[in-house]
């Protein structure tokens, strides 16, 4: 088959490798394996940019998802307590997103 042709079923091979590594480390993490693929994506764009000032529309805009869906994400990742929201030095309507000790944790983890 001409490489062309191939790539669709080369992706979906990466894709599939990709995601049983990622199911096998989860099974790792135990008791914080609720986490699911995008808020470990967003844990780990959170943990590259650690010392940056990182908001919702930041998060919006890296992952191409719409305002519904990040703000549903980082609700459910405030609650179970991967992150905290608080209100910028700048501008007091706009939340910072911060990293908690337990998602940061997890990120060494998965770096390991």
Known sequence: MPPRTRIGYE????????????????????????????QG?????????TGEDIFQKDIEAHFCIARSTATGILKLMEKNGFICRECSKEDARM??????????????????
Not at 13 to 25: S, V
Not at 41 to 49: F, K, N, P, S, T
């Open 41 to 49: 994506w967003i844990i780990g764009y959170l943990y590259e940019h």
């Open 11 to 38: 992706i979906h091979t990466l894709d599939h490798t990709i995601g049983k590594l990622i199911f096998a480390l989860k099974a790792n993490l135990g008791k914080d394996s609720d986490l699911t693929q995008m």
């Open 95 to 112: 939340k910072e997103i911060i990293p908690t000790e337990k998602s940061l944790t997890i990120q060494k983890e998965v770096v390991e």
